[in-house]
């Protein structure tokens, strides 16, 4: 399915698809659009059951979100992006890279894991969402996503952070848990050809950085990266740091 989108950048420029977290829509991109778009043409997306694309019941997979991806680039004319990818954002883009490697440039993957569990964890978020929606989860989420110190010195933009999450419509956030509680990306990585770049947050509570170190690991050739004082919206956190380390990687 293709799904709420926009486009930024020159029109001529290198293809990079942002693929968001878990309760995110395009906008936690924001900290990186002025730069990113003054060098590649820059395409965001709400992910299926996020924001303001559709949402379609059941639960999602690895390879529906995936497809998605691959059907937004077909749309768009793009044989062939960097890819970007946070969170469940990351996990897509390590699917890409698996599994559709003539599509994907450079890699980036951030505050991401190949293996997320326990499973059951992700069935009682989803059963939680779906019984009392996704602002039942939203303040715990947010506490993971920033630093208490973030928290304290950013109050209004960890309160549209919240609200973002809060947002998510609860079949689409449930959906998307399904697809994390299933993933194993573990014997995928070695297959990965696409230069990449982990990033990691030093404070992530959620994916910490052990779990980057063993993407980098089984990645050929990829390195590992951590951001100080960053949870798990790194890129949000510390968004210049992060914006200087992506463009990085993708220049190569």
């Known amino acids: 399915m293709i799904g709420h989108h926009r486009v ?10 942002l693929i968001n977290s878990l ?21 965001r997306y709400d992910t299926r059951g996020h924001g303001r694309s559709a949402v379609p019941p059941g639960r999602y997979s690895l390879a529906d979100l995936g497809g998605d991806a691959l059907d937004l680039l077909d749309h768009l004319g793009a044989a062939r992006a960097h890819v970007c990818g946070l969170s469940l954002g990351g996990m897509t883009a390590m699917w890409l890279a698996a599994y559709a490697p003539e599509r994907v440039g450079r890699l980036v993957l951030c505050c991401t894991s190949a293996l997320l569990g326990p499973p059951s964890s ?25 630093t208490p110190e973030f928290a304290a010195l950013c109050p209004d933009e960890t309160r549209r952070l919240r609200d973002m999450i809060a947002a998510t419509p609860a079949a689409g956030y449930a959906g998307s848990c399904a697809a994390i509680e299933e993933m194993d990306l573990r014997a995928d990585l070695p297959r990965i050809a696409a230069p990449t770049l982990v990033l990691a947050g030093a404070d992530d509570p959620a994916t910490p950085p052990a779990h980057g170190g063993a993407i980098a690991t089984a990645v050929p050739g990829a390195r590992l990266a951590v951001l100080d004082r960053a949870a798990h919206l790194a890129t949000y956190e510390r968004p210049a740091e992060a914006t200087r380390l992506i463009l990085e990687a993708l220049d190569g």
Request: charged fraction near 25%; hydrophobic fraction near 50%; proline fraction near 11%.
């Open 8 to 17: 930024d950048g020159p029109p001529e420029a290198p293809p990079l698809l």
């Open 23 to 43: 309760g995110a829509d395009l906008s936690m991109w924001e900290p990186q659009m002025p730069a990113l778009s003054r060098r590649f043409r820059v395409i």
């Open 122 to 146: 992700w069935a009682e978020r989803a059963a939680t969402v779906r019984a009392r929606g996704t602002g039942a989860v939203a303040d715990t989420v947010v506490a993971r996503w920033v």
